[in-house]
Each structure stands twice: as structure tokens, then as C-alpha cells.
């Protein structure tokens, strides 16, 4: 895997062309309304395969362990989100993917 | 390409993760989370019975349907399948009860008026008028006390204007023409401005049934000698009439307006009917009715004819309207 550019790589130089590339494509999708589409099957299709009830199941165990009243949003985030881009079964990513990859291959010609 | 793709999927699981923990955190600290969560004491509490005749709590069948309710009202034990027709005849609510407590009301009104129409001084009005009033008085209250609140106002209102009960005074004093468009009769006053005196005597006479080309009338030997026409013809064809009918003090209105003439309305039917001698008659839709009725025997107001013929014969039929003596 690549390793990941964010934008907050580069602060104060000037946009290098694969960031640019980032930006013009991130916006497409957002403009297109791609990306909501995107998002919106990813959740139906974690729903499906039962990732959400499981990731609440770890959040409940979570939440005990810390105690309900000193529970906040960003320990919750930061505890959950690597265990949920874990879980993450394959299929699923499989098909975002090929769905994003056809979306890039449209869009990257404009 | 690829990793841009990868990362984009990346982003797109961080946001479900992060609107995953705002769900949970919210739930979390409205208390709603841990609902589902059962210890094993309460799960073998509620669990589920699955017996036969039992449902599924372990009650038994059939034991609330007979509960019997005291009635709030009236403190009766009713049962519970009657009970809420019984409330609303208990309290007096409900469509059902209004109808039958106005019908129980029309019933003892007809009954005690009943008695009171067969007092002797009723039944000698009854007499004296030859419109029989108070006779279709009762037909109408009848068949108004059927339903006297009921939704057909619109019909019962046109027999209250015969009601002894109305507001209205003395009716006879009333003008009474009926109207074709809504078969009311106007309770104006005598002078009422819409109606002619002739249409008043035609209302009078058409609800007398009686048979305007027959000559029962003219056999009538109640009739006065002194009609004096000639006396009286020369009334101005406007609102005079009206004064003029209103000098004649004790007759019904309903009767021959001119002074002298006291000839009620049922005599009046003879007393120049001439349905058919009339070629210069009314031309306007009145003249119909006022064909019937002895029409001649008023001055009719301009607006119809300027003819004034009250021939007075009593056995014959006046000849033609001009030849009045």
C-alpha cells in the first residue's frame, strides 16, 4: 500500500499534482453526489453482515470498562475506529473498492 | 489509482465509524443503551410460557371478558359489553339518546296540547274562521312534533308558523301568502310589502282546498247584499288597497278587503270568481292564483290590471270584469 498523503502533509508549499489529482477527484465525488451513494451502501452492506452489532457489542464492553459517565465521543473514536477498519469483511471492501476504482477510471479523463 | 482508492475507502469507513460512535455515545448517555442487556434471574422470570390454555405470560383465558363495570353514573353493575351503550344512554350523550329524549318530549307535548285544543273557546275559533286555522294548526303541529329538533328544520319551520307556541302573536295577523319557491308562509305583517292582499286571499283559499270552479260558494246565503262596489271602486291602485283592507276591522285578512264587504274567504270564492270571464285579468304570475280567488273583488294594484270588477252577483257568474255595475 502506498502510504497515505494527507492533506496536512503540505502546509505552506504548494500542491504538489498527485494531491492536486486528490482534490479535483474528492471533489467530483462529493459534487456528483458519489460519494453519499458511496457511503450509504457501505453502511447498508456493514448492517448486513452484522459488523455494526458487533462494533456496538465492543463499544458496550468499552463503556463498562470506562464507566458511562466519563465516556466521551473521541475516546469512543479513537478506541473503535482501527478495530472497525478491521473487521471490515472482505467482500464488502472488495466491492467499495471496485465501485471507487470505476468511478476514478470515468472521472480521471476530465 | 489504487491507493487513492484505497484511501478513499478509508475515509468513507471513518465516517461510518464516527457516525457509529455518536450513535452509540448518545444512546449511551440517554440511558437507552443497555436495554437489551438481561441478567439470567429475569430471563427465567419472562420467559416464555408455552403451555396449552395458557398464553404465553401463563394467564388463563377468558377471565377478563365477564368483568362487570359499575356504572359511574347511576351505580349499576353493567356488563362490560354493554356497558358503553348504556353510558351513553345513562348520561345522556351519544346520537342515539338526543333522539330519543326529543321524541319523548314530542310525545308529551302532542299529549298535553292535545288536551288543550278541545277547550271549547278553541273549537269556537275553529268555527268562526273560515280557514279553519286552527284545524291545520293541528295537522301541522303533529306532524312538527315528530321532530321538532331533528335536522329538518327547514320543513318543520314551516309548520311552526302555524304553532300556538310561535313567537309570533296572533297569527291571523300575519300575512300568510305562501310562497311557491320554499312553501313557507311569510310572517310578515299584514302590510307586508311583498305580497298583495289578492295573494293573500289566494294562499288562504288554495290551502282551503276548496273547489274555485264549483258554484258551492254561490249558494251561500250568508252573503251580505251590501257589497258595495260602486262605493269603493274608485280606489287609487296603489298602497291604498292596503288601508282600505285594514279599515275593515274585525274580518280576517284574509277575507274580501273592502269596506262593507265582509265576506270571508270562503265565501269570497263566489264572490266574483271568474276564472274564465277574466280576459283582461293579471298578467302576471299571481294571476293564476288570483283567478281562482275572487280576484275582482279588490282593486287590483297597478302593477297588474287597472281593472276594478267586484260584479257582487250572487247566483250567477259575473259576465265579464268590465260590465260591473
Given at each position: 500500500?502506498?502510504?497515505?498523503?494527507?492533506?496536512?502533509?503540505?502546509?505552506?508549499?504548494?500542491?504538489?499534482?498527485?494531491?492536486?489529482?486528490?482534490?479535483?477527484?474528492?471533489?467530483?465525488?462529493?459534487?456528483?453526489?458519489?460519494?453519499?451513494?458511496?457511503?450509504?451502501?457501505?453502511?447498508?452492506?456493514?448492517?448486513?453482515?452484522?459488523?455494526?452489532?458487533?462494533?456496538?457489542?465492543?463499544?458496550?464492553?468499552?463503556?463498562?470498562?470506562?464507566?458511562?459517565?466519563?465516556?466521551?465521543?473521541?475516546?469512543?473514536?479513537?478506541?473503535?475506529?482501527?478495530?472497525?477498519?478491521?473487521?471490515?469483511?472482505?467482500?464488502?471492501?472488495?466491492?467499495?473498492?471496485?465501485?471507487?476504482?470505476?468511478?476514478?477510471?470515468?472521472?480521471?479523463?476530465? | 489509482?489504487?491507493?487513492?482508492?484505497?484511501?478513499?475507502?478509508?475515509?468513507?469507513?471513518?465516517?461510518?465509524?464516527?457516525?457509529?460512535?455518536?450513535?452509540?455515545?448518545?444512546?449511551?448517555?440517554?440511558?437507552?443503551?443497555?436495554?437489551?442487556?438481561?441478567?439470567?434471574?429475569?430471563?427465567?422470570?419472562?420467559?416464555?410460557?408455552?403451555?396449552?390454555?395458557?398464553?404465553?405470560?401463563?394467564?388463563?383465558?377468558?377471565?377478563?371478558?365477564?368483568?362487570?363495570?359499575?356504572?359511574?353514573?347511576?351505580?349499576?353493575?353493567?356488563?362490560?359489553?354493554?356497558?358503553?351503550?348504556?353510558?351513553?344512554?345513562?348520561?345522556?350523550?351519544?346520537?342515539?339518546?338526543?333522539?330519543?329524549?326529543?321524541?319523548?318530549?314530542?310525545?308529551?307535548?302532542?299529549?298535553?296540547?292535545?288536551?288543550?285544543?278541545?277547550?271549547?273557546?278553541?273549537?269556537?275559533?275553529?268555527?268562526?274562521?273560515?280557514?279553519?286555522?286552527?284545524?291545520?294548526?293541528?295537522?301541522?303541529?303533529?306532524?312538527?312534533?315528530?321532530?321538532?329538533?331533528s335536522p329538518r328544520r327547514a320543513k318543520s319551520l314551516k309548520h311552526k308558523n302555524g304553532e300556538i307556541g310561535s313567537g309570533i302573536s296572533d297569527i291571523m295577523k300575519q300575512c300568510g301568502v305562501i310562497s311557491e319557491h320554499t312553501?313557507?308562509?311569510?310572517?310578515?305583517?299584514?302590510?307586508?310589502?311583498?305580497?298583495?292582499?289578492?295573494?293573500?286571499?289566494?294562499?288562504?283559499?288554495?290551502?282551503?282546498?276548496?273547489?274555485?270552479?264549483?258554484?258551492?260558494?254561490?249558494?251561500?246565503?250568508?252573503?251580505?247584499?251590501?257589497?258595495?262596489?260602486?262605493?269603493?271602486?274608485?280606489?287609487?291602485?296603489?298602497?291604498?288597497?292596503?288601508?282600505?283592507?285594514?279599515?275593515?276591522?274585525?274580518?280576517?285578512?284574509?277575507?274580501?278587503?273592502?269596506?262593507?264587504?265582509?265576506?270571508?274567504?270562503?265565501?269570497?270564492?263566489?264572490?266574483?270568481?271568474?276564472?274564465?270571464?277574466?280576459?283582461?285579468?293579471?298578467?302576471?304570475?299571481?294571476?293564476?292564483?288570483?283567478?281562482?280567488?275572487?280576484?275582482?273583488?279588490?282593486?287590483?294594484?297597478?302593477?297588474?290590471?287597472?281593472?276594478?270588477?267586484?260584479?257582487?252577483?250572487?247566483?250567477?257568474?259575473?259576465?265579464?270584469?268590465?260590465?260591473?255595475?
Open positions: 500500500m502506498t502510504s497515505r498523503r494527507n492533506m496536512a502533509d503540505f502546509p505552506d508549499r504548494k500542491l504538489s499534482k498527485d494531491a492536486q489529482l486528490r482534490q479535483s477527484i474528492n471533489q467530483k465525488l462529493i459534487e456528483n453526489g458519489e460519494r453519499d451513494r458511496l457511503k450509504e451502501l457501505l453502511r447498508t452492506k456493514l448492517i448486513e453482515c452484522g459488523w455494526k452489532d458487533q462494533m456496538k457489542a465492543h463499544c458496550k464492553e468499552i463503556i463498562r470498562q470506562k464507566g458511562l459517565e466519563h465516556v466521551t465521543v473521541e475516546e469512543l473514536v479513537t478506541e473503535i475506529t482501527p478495530r472497525g477498519r478491521a473487521l471490515v469483511p472482505d467482500s464488502v471492501k472488495k466491492e467499495l473498492l471496485q465501485r471507487i476504482r470505476t468511478f476514478l477510471a470515468q472521472n480521471s479523463n476530465f | 489509482m489504487e491507493g487513492l482508492a484505497q484511501d478513499i475507502f478509508a475515509e468513507l469507513i471513518d465516517d461510518v465509524c464516527l457516525g457509529l460512535c455518536f450513535e452509540v455515545h448518545r444512546s449511551a448517555k440517554c440511558g437507552f443503551f443497555f436495554l437489551d442487556d438481561v441478567d439470567a434471574e429475569s430471563m427465567q422470570e419472562f420467559e416464555i410460557v408455552d403451555k396449552a390454555g395458557v398464553d404465553i405470560f401463563g394467564q388463563v383465558y377468558n377471565q377478563c371478558k365477564n368483568r362487570d363495570c359499575e356504572c359511574p353514573n347511576c351505580g349499576r353493575t353493567i356488563a362490560a359489553a354493554r356497558f358503553a351503550p348504556h353510558l351513553e344512554k345513562c348520561l345522556g350523550m351519544g346520537r342515539n339518546s338526543s333522539r330519543l329524549a326529543n321524541r319523548r318530549l314530542a310525545n308529551s307535548n302532542n299529549s298535553s296540547l292535545n288536551k288543550s285544543e278541545s277547550d271549547p273557546e278553541d273549537n269556537d275559533d275553529i268555527n268562526d274562521n273560515d280557514w279553519s286555522y286552527s284545524s291545520e294548526k293541528k295537522a301541522k303541529k303533529r306532524k312538527a312534533d315528530k321532530n321538532p329538533n312553501k313557507k308562509m311569510c310572517t310578515r305583517s299584514h302590510r307586508c310589502p311583498q305580497h298583495t292582499d289578492d295573494q293573500r286571499r289566494a294562499s288562504a283559499l288554495e290551502t282551503e282546498e276548496v273547489d274555485v270552479d264549483g258554484y258551492d260558494g254561490v249558494e251561500n246565503t250568508s252573503y251580505e247584499p251590501s257589497c258595495l262596489w260602486d262605493a269603493t271602486s274608485d280606489t287609487s291602485p296603489t298602497d291604498s288597497v292596503s288601508s282600505k283592507n285594514s279599515e275593515s276591522p274585525p274580518q280576517p285578512p284574509i277575507s274580501c278587503g273592502y269596506d262593507g264587504c265582509g265576506i270571508s274567504a270562503k265565501d269570497s270564492v263566489s264572490h266574483g270568481v271568474a276564472d274564465d270571464a277574466d280576459p283582461e285579468g293579471t298578467t302576471s304570475s299571481d294571476s293564476k292564483k288570483n283567478k281562482k280567488s275572487h280576484i275582482q273583488c279588490s282593486p287590483i294594484p297597478a302593477a297588474q290590471t287597472g281593472m276594478v270588477a267586484c260584479s257582487g252577483k250572487k247566483k250567477k257568474r259575473p259576465p265579464t270584469p268590465g260590465s260591473s255595475p
